[in-house]
């Protein structure tokens, strides 16, 4: 089962950036399309942005498009989410998500949580002056 963990999270003022990472131990992310979602207090899960297994498709919500990129580094089985201009609305606890991609379907990626079957346990973004 893979195992994902992200880091990165943290305290930041509005206008600021914050890079997070999701790493796995024991597995390649090769193929595996890996999405971030994030959950305020009080609010429902939402997407934020998905990556496919190759890296060649990326998709991203209205919410976030044109401040937050999504890339992964093979070398470091490392999936990024770089997160600039950011908003006090952006606040909340980041998760990615991982989901061993179907043969041929290495441009690929969904932005339903239900679609995915590993998350890790999370981050914590605080956007406040």
Not at 88 to 94: A, I, L, S, V, W
Not at 101 to 126: A, D, H, I, K
Request: charged fraction near 20%.
């Amino acid at each position: 089962q893979l195992q994902l963990v992200e880091s990165g999270g943290g305290l930041v003022q509005p206008g600021g950036s914050l890079t997070l990472s999701c790493t796995a131990s024991g597995f390649t992310l090769d193929d595996y399309p890996i999405a971030w979602f994030r959950q305020a207090p009080g609010k429902e899960r939402e997407e934020v942005s998905c990556i496919s297994s190759s890296g060649l498709k990326t998709t991203y919500s209205d919410s976030v498009k044109g401040r937050y990129t999504i890339s992964r580094a093979f070398d470091k089985n490392t999936v990024y989410l770089q997160m600039n201009d950011l908003k006090p609305e952006d606040t909340g606890h980041y998760f990615c998500a991982g989901r061993r991609r179907s043969y041929g379907l290495q441009n690929v990626c969904l932005m339903s949580p239900e679609w995915y079957t590993s998350w890790g346990p999370g981050t914590q973004v605080t956007v406040s002056v």
